[in-house]
Structure formats: structure tokens, C-alpha cells
């Protein structure tokens, strides 16, 4: 059974870091990911790891302040958070895929496995 626990949130003020971490059990597969969900909008794609490629990918709007990356010793993905911003203030889910990504990895329905969330806030 794949269970995946998220780990970090918090507030912080715009400008200000923070490092989410999802540790994974059970997952033997390649791909994982970050996404997001702000009250009364649709869940959407921060960033994913491709461990199979040794590639990442990560939305427009968190390029060059957002960093994903993976340990594998400890099963854990890290997603480093820094310059936020008051419109990342949301829930963030860390994501695994059976085997391989999904075609369009932003396309939050194609993934398999979801943890409970850790919320961040940010104020101006």
C-alpha cells in the first residue's frame, strides 16, 4: 500500500522560504510530483520529479523560485519554496504515478497516489 505524507507548511510573509517534504512507503515507481489547490480553484501542477529520466519540470509561475528534488535513501521528495509569493497560499499535495509520468503531468486526474495536503499561507 503507497501511503504519502506531507511534511512543512506553514505562514510566512511574501519574499520568505519554506521546504515542504513528502516522505513515500510502499512506492516503487518513477515519477512524483507537487501540486496545488487554492479555496474554490482547480487543483494544478507546481512541479514533478521524473527519477527514471533524472528530469523535473515545473509551472510557469513558480520557475526560478521553486526547486523540486528527491532523496532516494530516505523516500522523500523536497520541494524548496523561496521568493513566495501571496498567490501560493494553498494547499500542496505531493503526488506518485504507478509506473512512468503521466503524459501531461500538470493533468492532475492521470495520478495515482495523493497524500492528505500541507497548508501554506503566505501575507504581503
Not at 510502499?26 to 515519477?31: A, I
Amino acid at each position: 500500500q503507497v501511503q504519502l505524507v506531507e511534511s512543512g507548511g506553514g505562514s510566512v510573509q511574501a519574499g520568505g522560504s519554506l521546504r515542504l517534504s513528502c516522505v513515500a512507503s510502499g512506492y516503487s515507481g518513477y515519477c512524483m510530483g507537487w501540486f496545488r489547490q487554492a479555496p474554490g480553484k482547480e487543483r494544478e501542477g507546481v512541479a514533478v520529479f521524473n527519477s527514471r529520466a533524472r528530469s523535473t519540470d515545473s509551472a510557469d509561475s513558480v520557475k526560478g523560485r521553486f526547486t523540486i528534488s528527491q532523496d532516494n535513501a530516505k523516500n522523500t521528495l523536497y520541494l524548496q519554496m523561496n521568493s513566495l509569493k501571496p498567490e501560493d497560499t494553498a494547499m500542496y499535495y505531493c503526488a506518485a504515478d504507478i509506473g512512468f509520468c503521466p503524459g501531461v503531468w500538470r493533468n492532475w486526474k492521470d495520478w495515482d497516489y495523493w497524500g492528505r495536503g500541507t497548508q501554506v499561507t503566505v501575507s504581503s
